[in-house]
């Protein structure tokens, strides 16, 4: 598929300076992200942070205050339907005919699609996710329904997926089989945008991240960067059982995660050696260091886009 003068067709997907407002409201401001092939990008933000809404923008669905979208390198017009045989597309609430069996449903949506024969494919995904085609949609649960539209978007084995909380509702097991399904499919070069709540796992699977807040993105980094870039945390255990610090004087320094006789837990940014001479004046047992976890990092971020000082306040 050819690219437009001055676009970089090698690249996937292209959101650039998007906008979609509603009256007063922004519900995507300025978002501008990029996607290449065998990358797996994750869009992470809370419920009315504007994810959905940039997705609907993506696929055509809803038409952009401002900005454009370009899926291999074609500008995305809305009610087009442009490049869909080439998107894999799990929406957020994925809906299908309920009285059809699964297998009848997706053979009806594939009809639509480029025409190529998706049916080994497809019974092969099946499998994996343990699904039975020939049950009726309506009689399945929760879990299955969000399989049966797993199938759907990955089925025609597409150059772009877009996944809206592809996990939703699946057992630990499942979500496993479905971080590996994403895995492969960036393996064999397709470009992924996944949004998700699921802080862990998408630090499994996704190379960058762009954090969104109120329409806005915070920042756009890899994982290792926004961990990097959170808290650090230090356990200390004294050899005195009963003893309690006062820590009230050293506050600006770090912060009290948690506190019982004989052992504090601090977090902290910057260098460790203020914190490590203060806590060197009572004999140590031993030190901990644990890993910053991405859902606090991620956090870090909203605390200072709402104006907090790092490690304070509320996100």
């Known amino acids: 598929m050819n690219g437009e003068s001055g ?5 996937m997907l292209e959101v650039s300076s998007l906008c979609k407002s509603y009256g007063s409201l922004n519900a995507v401001d300025g978002v501008s992200f990029s996607i290449e092939p065998g990358e797996v990008f994750g869009y992470l933000g809370p419920n009315g942070s504007g994810k959905t809404t940039t997705i609907r923008c993506i696929m055509g669905l809803l038409r952009p205050s401002a900005g454009q979208v370009r899926v291999f390198g074609q500008m995305v017009r809305t009610g087009r339907g442009t490049g869909h045989s080439e998107i894999g597309y799990l929406p957020g609430e994925f809906r299908i005919w309920p009285g059809l069996r699964a297998r009848y449903s997706l053979a009806a949506l594939a009809s639509l699609g480029s025409g190529n024969s998706v049916d080994a494919h497809r019974r092969a995904l099946a499998e994996r996710l343990e699904l039975n085609l020939d049950r009726r949609v309506e009689t399945l649960s929760k879990g299955n329904r969000q399989k049966v539209g797993l199938l759907y978007a990955f089925e025609h084995r597409p150059r772009l997926l877009i996944l809206d909380e592809p996990t939703s509702g699946l057992d630990p097991l499942m979500r496993q089989v479905v971080l590996d399904l994403i895995r492969e499919a960036a393996a ?12 862990a796992e998408v630090s499994v699977v996704c190379g960058r991240v762009g954090i969104l807040r109120e329409g806005k993105l915070v920042e756009i980094a890899p994982i290792s960067q926004i961990v990097q870039q959170g808290r650090r945390r230090l356990m200390v255990w004294f050899r005195e059982p009963m003893l309690l610090p006062e820590i009230r ?11 019982k006789p004989g052992m504090i837990h601090l977090a902290y940014q910057g260098q460790c050696d203020p914190i490590l001479k203060w806590v060197s004046q009572w004999p140590i047992d031993r030190i901990a260091t644990p890993d910053t976890s991405l859902e606090e990092a991620f956090l870090q971020y909203y605390r200072k886009s709402n104006g907090y000082p790092s490690g304070k306040g509320q996100p």
Do not use: C, I, N, Y
Not at 188 to 199: E, F, K, M, P, R
């Open 7 to 11: 676009f970089d067709w090698k690249t």
């Open 188 to 199: 064999d070069g397709a470009a992924v945008l996944l949004s998700s709540h699921d802080l």
């Open 249 to 259: 004087e050293h506050s600006a320094d770090f912060e009290l995660v948690e506190q």
